[in-house]
């Protein structure tokens, strides 16, 4: 079984940064991609940046520039940087695990720009 835990989010002005984390909980599954998601309110979940098992990367256009997906294989971590804030990036953010037999979901973290 595969659990995924999120950190970091919080209240930030425009202009700033957050970094949020996904940490990866399981054993003995292939990632077959990893994946930042967010959804804002009223509106629905979509894409903010995917990160494939071979570390190749895509990003929202709305964040290209901005936002920078990792993951610390030795940690089992995927990390999403946000700089330059906006407060249309104001959202919960999700994290998902994609494997060849199942995708998972984190819990949310709120992501919050504000003056």
């Known amino acids: 079984q595969v659990q995924l835990v999120e950190s970091g989010g919080g209240l930030v002005q425009p202009g700033g940064s957050l970094r949020l984390s996904c940490a990866v909980r399981g054993s003995d599954f292939l990632i077959v991609s990893m994946g930042w998601h967010r959804r804002a309110p009223g509106k629905q979940r979509e894409l903010v940046a995917g990160?494939?098992?071979?570390?190749?990367?895509n990003y929202a256009d709305s964040v290209k520039g901005r936002f920078t997906i990792s993951r610390d294989n030795a940690k089992n971590t995927m990390y999403l940087q946000m700089n330059s804030l906006k407060p249309e990036d104001t959202a919960v953010y999700y994290c998902?695990?994609?494997?060849?037999?199942?995708?998972?979901w984190g819990q949310g973290t709120q992501v919050t720009v504000s003056a």
């Open positions: 990160i494939t098992g071979g570390a190749t990367t």
């Open positions: 998902n695990l994609v494997t060849f037999h199942n995708n998972y």
